[in-house]
């Protein structure tokens, strides 16, 4: 057997750097989703997978949340290059079985890549590694229930147990799995939101009283002004551009927030219009704000303070144009004042050491915002992982709320999520302090009590592992190992549990770091069909805008007694809590219509959910629908923020970690870049060409990335600096190789999120 090299030094050697495109898809994303495609899956999978991409009968993407249009204006191929690759990623002909782990111990998986696990190919067989053992072995599947369910059934606390999920999970399984964890006792229910959208969720349920975006498609296409802050949707949700070159076409405006010049914020080509496979194609952003990392709190104040200032001189609620929407203040909103006065107090200065903006871009912005009738502001990432992130976040609600953009046709905000069911596992009860309301449903569903204290979140089950104080890892998908902070110390976290479960489609991170006992329980991904004892089944899911709908999958699985994830959530509940809650999960398992049904006992919005899944549904919000705010004070809030930043000592810059083209999440598609012109390697860090002789490097010189926090450094070995016109000041490198530099204790207020946009960095010799 051929020595394994250490798992970051893959690939790179062939590393080429050439010049950053311009735009985004046209021709050649037809051709790499087509080929990746054709290469995983073959002709007739792929012909017949992506005619069922996003359409009515077929299956949802397990790409992004962004939104399908109405059923009957779909185009015939209502998908895009990255959402391709998802598929092709799932529905692989390649596959890891019983043969594959006996040849692979423990320490040969331990030092490949991301990649080269990924590119194995689909689990196949559940598989069990025993105490003291090297590798896993492939076991029969009631063997490895009971393994399972007995280990679980032995912990002298249920609240030794962590069950995470991932954001593909969907509304039926998640709701099984967030029954099984509770009718077992306990809400350790983290999940990959707490390291994704969790500040969004936790700012917009205290001022808007929703914990979600308040836009729909139609509102993103016909609008003024779309503010995109934080977000790269060229890479991480395509389909977005096409609403945004609709959105151009109805005369709107578009600005970029971002310390990056995004390739896909700056042109599109379309691929299904013919002007955009032979044309220029259609500009999108009309500005670029080209902030400082974690600049955006004082940039909304900033803006914030400048409508103020500019209603005032208009002359104020009486003036013939008002900047301000006095009115909806005055009916809707509270804490006005208090706002207002803080913000006189705003200091110029700090604003621009903060966002290394000039006065002049800010007030470009304010022109756009104050010449807008209508205006959007769409989010993500580059917003939610910061330490001030959730006041960041309350920020923009309070520039929106200044002119009425909130609950209004083509206004609103837009917290655009990732996992394309992400916002629905949430909905189905998947966290750690659900209200006591949906418990108290919970509880007289199905005659039990489930626990009231709350669970831990992502970020505290790690800790929770790390002190010995949970034992047992349950993953419903995911990969917390390679996706959460400072990858040591999650792996030893991992590693030091009694037992690891992994429900998962793909090999992964964490598969390498068992417990003493470590299960695989390989399951059926969106495209599978899944057939049970009550016939065929669909299941469905919620996008990032409230709309639910079904997905039915049409593969021939890669193993014929490959469970779903309900089947393995029922096979699991059976022999752990079959006599602690009125459940049956047998008849769940056998028609998922019957999970649905309690759904709509449940879960508000869901009534009469079986009958009206196939059509697909858009859930209540109170807040768009009918300016109707469920906060502490039944009004929107007006909050204030102090104005805080991270401060760079000298020597060090600020680092964001952030997704390149050619993946998902830890799922790395291969190794290119392509917008930004990396080809053939990862281990990157993008650094302004100014910075770089500040520092006295040079693009190309190969150095450590040491990050600093109070509890001390954490080192990256081996990164190729690249000039980039990044913002003054900040830099960038991929995520996860770059996770071994984000603290562990370093999480947003509130949130409890992992900073991972906000790293204090140097660079040493490696
Ligand atoms: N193909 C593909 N699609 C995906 C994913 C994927 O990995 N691949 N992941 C999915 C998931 S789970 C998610 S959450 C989304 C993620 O979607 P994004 O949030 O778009 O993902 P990131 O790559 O993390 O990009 C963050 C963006 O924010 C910018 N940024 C970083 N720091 C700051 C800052 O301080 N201020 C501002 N204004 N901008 C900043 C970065 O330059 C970058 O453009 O995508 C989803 N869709
Ligand atoms: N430094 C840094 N860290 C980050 C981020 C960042 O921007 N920077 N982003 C954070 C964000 S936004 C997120 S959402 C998290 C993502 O965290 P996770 O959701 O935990 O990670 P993924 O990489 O999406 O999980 C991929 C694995 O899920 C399994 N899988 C895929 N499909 C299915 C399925 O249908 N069923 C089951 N059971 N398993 C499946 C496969 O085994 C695959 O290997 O990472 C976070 N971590
Ligand atoms: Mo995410």
Request: glycine content about 10%.
């Amino acid at each position: 057997m051929h020595k394994a090299a250490p798992a970051h030094d893959q690939g790179d050697e062939d590393l080429e750097v050439r010049q950053p495109d311009d735009h985004a898809a046209g021709v050649p994303a037809v051709l790499v989703s087509l080929r990746d495609s054709v290469r995983q899956m073959g002709v007739g999978r792929t012909v017949s997978s992506l005619r069922r991409l996003n359409q009515h009968d077929g299956f949802d993407c397990p790409g992004c949340a962004w939104p399908d249009p109405a059923p009957g204006h779909r185009s015939p191929a209502e998908f895009c290059e990255n959402g391709a690759k998802a598929v092709a990623e799932e529905a692989t002909r390649r596959t890891v079985g019983a043969d594959f782990l006996a040849r692979h111990p423990l320490s040969d998986l331990a030092g490949r890549s991301d990649h080269w696990l990924g590119q194995q190919g689909r689990l196949t067989t559940p598989a069990v590694r025993r105490p003291g053992s090297d590798r896993y072995e492939a076991v029969g599947w009631d063997e490895a229930y009971d393994v399972v369910a007995a280990e679980l059934a032995a912990l002298a606390d249920p609240d030794e147990a962590i069950f995470y999920t991932s954001g593909r999970t969907s509304n039926e399984a998640a709701f099984a799995y967030q029954l099984l964890a509770r009718a077992f006792g306990t809400n350790n229910l983290p999940d990959c939101s707490n390291m994704c959208h969790e500040s969004s969720g936790a700012a917009l349920n205290e001022t808007i009283g929703v914990g979600k975006g308040t836009v729909l498609l139609d509102d993103v296409e016909d609008t003024d002004l779309i503010i995109i802050v934080g977000q790269n949707p060229g890479t991480n949700h395509p389909r977005m551009l096409t609403s945004l070159e609709k959105a151009k076409e109805g005369g709107a405006r578009i600005v970029a927030v971002n310390p990056l010049p995004e390739a896909g914020l700056r042109r599109f080509k379309n691929p299904q219009r013919p002007s955009g496979v032979v044309g220029p194609g259609t500009d999108l952003a009309d500005r670029l704000l080209q902030i400082r990392v974690n600049g955006d709190l004082a940039l909304f104040q900033a803006l914030g303070a400048r409508l103020l200032a500019a209603d005032e001189a208009a002359g104020g609620a009486t003036a013939a144009e008002p900047v301000l929407d006095h009115d909806f203040i005055a009916t809707h909103t509270d804490g006005f004042e208090d706002y207002a006065a803080h913000l006189a107090a705003l200091d110029p200065d700090e604003v621009a050491a903060a966002t290394g903006l000039t006065p002049g871009e800010i007030d470009g912005l304010v022109d756009e915002v104050v010449a807008a009738d209508r205006i959007i502001v769409c989010w993500a990432m580059g917003l939610t992982q910061h330490r001030n992130s959730v006041a960041t976040i309350r920020e923009v609600v309070n520039f929106l709320l200044l002119r009425g953009n909130i609950g209004r046709q083509g206004a609103g905000a837009c917290p655009v999520r990732g996992h394309s069911n992400v916002q629905g596992d949430r909905t189905m009860g998947i966290w750690e302090k659900m209200p006591d309301a949906f418990l108290d449903r919970l509880a007289e569903e199905f005659s039990f009590s489930p626990p009231r204290h709350h669970g831990h979140d992502t970020v505290a089950s790690i800790r929770a592992m790390a002190a010995g104080e949970a034992r047992a890892f349950v993953g419903m998908g995911g990969n917390i190992v390679a996706a959460g902070p400072d990858t040591e110390a999650t792996a030893a976290a991992l590693a030091g549990c009694r037992l690891t479960v992994q429900v998962s489609t793909k090999l992964n991170r964490s598969h390498t770091v068992p417990g003493e006992v470590g299960v695989i329980l390989p399951c059926k991904g969106r495209t599978d069909l899944d057939v049970q004892a009550g016939g065929l089944q669909q299941v469905s899911v919620e996008d990032s805008m409230g709309e639910v709908h079904a997905s039915r999958g049409h593969l021939e699985p890669p193993a014929p007694d490959l469970p779903s994830e309900v089947e393995v959530i029922s096979q699991v509940a059976r022999r752990l809590v079959a006599d602690r809650a009125a459940v049956d999960w047998e008849g769940l398992q056998a028609d998922y219509g019957r999970i649905r049904d309690h759904i709509g006992h449940v879960v508000p919005g869901f009534e009469d959910y079986d009958a009206r899944v196939g059509d697909g549904f858009t859930l209540p919000n109170p807040a768009r629908d009918s300016r109707t705010f469920r906060t502490e004070t039944g009004r929107a809030r007006f909050t204030v923020n102090d104005l805080t930043w991270v401060a760079v000592p000298e020597g060090h810059l600020l680092l964001q970690t952030l997704r390149s083209h050619d993946q998902y999440n830890t799922t790395i598609y291969g190794l290119d870049d392509r917008y930004r012109g990396i080809h053939q390697g990862r281990r990157v860090v993008f650094v302004h060409p100014a910075d770089l002789s500040d520092l006295g490097r040079a693009d190309g010189d190969v150095v450590d990335v040491v990050s600093v926090w109070d509890d001390g450094e954490r080192r990256a070995p081996a990164f190729r600096l690249v000039a980039y016109p990044v913002a003054r000041g900040t830099a960038a490198a991929y995520f996860p190789e770059a996770n071994v530099l984000v603290p562990l204790e370093s999480t947003a207020e509130v949130s409890g999120t992992p900073t991972s946009k906000s790293l204090v960095v140097r660079f040493e010799p490696t």
